[in-house]
């Protein structure tokens, strides 16, 4: 962090989409050059409502990385035990069953049962092991990506697996929610897990575990978000494919767009899908985040309008059918926004692999 070499531009502000609530990244950064003993209570309290999307980073022309303020300052809080009790049970469901939803380990991969996907065992070889994260494994909403994906790899002949039971959390949101120590003990037992197979590639389903096993693990293999993977394999997607002129709109996740530059991959499968693919207003490097990010699906906060529900609005202003999302938390919080505003039926979120045999 350059804390120092910032000129108070106010452009981490004026892009932060949480800024309409209490944070202020830019009052932050100043606060902490001018080494203020002890922030105000209500400045203190809303570095939660930050969902990590890194947008503040991103335009910083300075360079000062100022999310990384905002994760120092979680760390410190937590240090001094100042946590909410939902993210203390986040972090204990996390420690003991190693995933953030309170569920048991031995039923991680229970949706298996159907599916008999080969599970890779130590020493063991497989070209592509699939990395599926917590909230799909667990989440029965998941089941149909999970059909889709593996039935799809299987008409391609792909040689592919899973880790199983012994897959843990990948850690990106407990890093994010600045518990260090307990991410790194994560990553330590997935990397001795996925090092110890044989494989070419490492797919994720999930932006969150693709970004945090790229850029924080020691991994020997290439790591792919799926829609990379699939996009090499369009063509021959093309052929399973019914194509049809429904009305989608694309909303590009914080951590696959923005932070990883995969902008063109899922709008190309979406493209085989429908003749009919639109933009929102903000899209790409501009998009705006879902609010699901940096532990915020377990953060509650009352606040303004929830982004997701400004996504949802301006869908229905565009008369698109279907909002395309490419990560689990994404498709949970827009699909939420949608039954909030009462128009679930109207307007469905599906994940583009849920779309792909629809
Ligand atoms: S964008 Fe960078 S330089 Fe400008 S106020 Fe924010 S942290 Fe400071
Ligand atoms: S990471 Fe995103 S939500 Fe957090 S302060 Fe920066 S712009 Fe705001």
Redesign the pocket.
């Known amino acids: 962090m350059n804390i120092n070499t910032?000129?108070?531009?106010?452009?981490?502000?004026s892009g932060c989409p949480v800024s309409r609530n209490n944070l202020n990244?830019?009052k932050l950064?100043y606060f902490e050059q001018i080494s203020l003993k002890e922030l105000p209570e209500e400045i203190k309290s809303s570095i939660w409502e930050c969902t990590t999307c890194q947008t503040?980073s991103l335009?910083?022309?300075?360079d000062?990385q100022?999310m990384d303020l905002i994760l120092n300052l979680r760390k410190a809080e937590i240090e001094k035990g100042r946590i909410e009790e939902s993210i203390i049970q986040i972090f204990e469901s996390t420690y003991l069953f190693g995933n953030p939803w309170q569920r048991a380990r031995e039923k991680r991969v229970d949706w298996n049962k159907e599916l008999n996907v080969r599970v890779i065992k130590e020493g063991e070889e497989v070209e592509n092991l699939v990395f599926i994260c917590c909230t799909i494994h667990y989440d029965i909403r998941f089941l149909n990506l999970l059909k889709n994906f593996v039935l799809l790899l299987r008409k391609l002949n792909i040689d592919f697996g899973i880790i199983g039971e012994e897959e843990s959390c990948c850690g990106s949101e407990i890093k994010r929610l600045g518990e260090e120590g307990l991410f790194l003990e994560l990553k330590q037992k997935n990397e001795e897990i996925i090092n110890k197979i044989k494989k070419k590639r490492i797919i994720t389903l999930s932006p969150h575990c693709y970004n945090v096993l790229k850029k924080d693990y020691n991994l020997n293999a290439e790591i792919y978000h799926y829609t990379q993977f699939l996009y090499v394999m369009k063509e021959k997607i093309r052929d399973f494919i019914k194509k049809d002129n429904k009305k989608i709109i694309y909303h590009d996740p914080c951590f696959l767009g923005k932070q990883n530059k995969i902008f063109d991959e899922p709008r190309e499968l979406l493209r085989l899908i429908t003749d009919n693919l639109i933009e929102f207003d903000q899209n790409r490097e501009n998009s705006l985040c879902c609010e699901g990010g940096g532990g915020r699906m377990w953060i509650e906060k009352k606040g303004k309008e929830r982004l997701a529900e400004i996504r949802v609005k301006e869908t229905v202003l565009k008369s698109a059918e279907v909002i395309a999302v490419s990560c689990p938390f994404c498709l949970l919080t827009i699909e939420d926004a949608t039954k909030v505003l009462g128009i679930d039926e109207k307007i469905r979120v599906f994940d583009i692999l849920e779309l792909i045999f629809f």
Not at 6 to 13: E, L, P, Y
Not at 59 to 62: G, T
């Open positions: 910032c000129i108070q531009c106010a452009r981490c502000t990244i830019r950064i503040c335009r910083c022309p300075k000062c100022p």
